[in-house]
């Protein structure tokens, strides 16, 4: 038999509220600690305001806070993928920066997506 973490989670209901609790300390965690996750969360408070007072159906609505969204969660992995391999040594390593730089990546792509996303809802409803 393998052994089983002391963290692994709960079952039922205590589950449920367990994970909800370790969701909200993850987002305090990366609104002290990430500023990135901080600009991030800023650009989804204001895209989702404009996004909501624009005159585009709800779907469209729904894709432009959606990838909005995205980007917020490929940073969130970004910066668990950053935190486990600092954790693991802060010595410089060559599989170290690929793991840092394969994150960072992910989100350059998610921004890309939402950047796309933006620019093709408003090009097809305003020009």
Do not use: C, T
């Amino acid at each position: 038999m393998e052994p089983v973490s002391e963290f692994k989670s709960k079952s039922g209901l205590r589950r449920i509220f367990s994970a909800f609790s370790y969701s909200l300390a993850g987002f305090r965690a990366a609104w002290k600690h990430e500023h990135a996750f901080r600009q991030e969360l800023m650009l989804l408070l204001i895209g989702g305001a404009i996004a909501l007072a624009l005159r585009i159906s709800a779907f469209e609505k729904l894709m432009l806070i959606g990838v909005l969204v995205l980007v917020l969660i490929v940073e969130l992995i970004n910066s668990a993928i950053e935190a486990v391999v600092d954790r693991i040594s802060l010595e410089r390593h060559p599989l170290s920066k690929n793991a840092k730089d394969y994150g960072s990546a992910a989100v350059l792509l998610a921004l890309l997506l939402a950047a796309a996303a933006w620019a093709v809802v408003l090009f097809n409803r305003f020009y």
